[in-house]
């Protein structure tokens, strides 16, 4: 199984849209607080439809929290800022694959820190970024191959 991470999401769809596909996979997700929206049946889980009781769902308060609560896990930070490419990377069941914000992307400083574990999905150059769920697909189903 592989663990995504969602680093204070803001978009109630897009987490929605996320908790669906991963919950098809088995996959589970963290969430790391504060969020733009509320887990509601009116947000979020209205997007995950149906799925959303099968999901395998945690939540942090904080980011430290979720550090403190998985100490030595393997994380892969996804980021426009890498240059290593999400599909040289050999994924391990088990393996934690992190998002950031909407708007915002990752906290620098938590790349800084883990450099030599951000990876990007290529685009053209003048791109700002994918969508967020589509882009969390993306690094599930590589993995997952």
Sequence with gaps: MFNIVLHQPEIPQNTGNISRTYAVTGTALHLIKPYGFELSERTV?????????????????????FFDRHPGANIY????????????????????????????GLPERLLRANYAHAVRIPMLPWARSLNLSNTVA???????R
């Design 45 to 65: 889980r209205r997007a995950g439809l149906d799925y959303w009781p099968k999901l395998i769902l945690s939540e942090y308060d904080s980011e430290q929290e």
């Design 77 to 104: 930070y996804f980021t426009t800022k890498a240059d290593k490419n999400y599909a040289e990377v050999e994924y391990r069941p088990g393996d934690f694959l992190m998002f950031g914000r909407e708007t915002a």
């Design 138 to 144: 993306l690094a599930l189903f590589e993995a997952l």
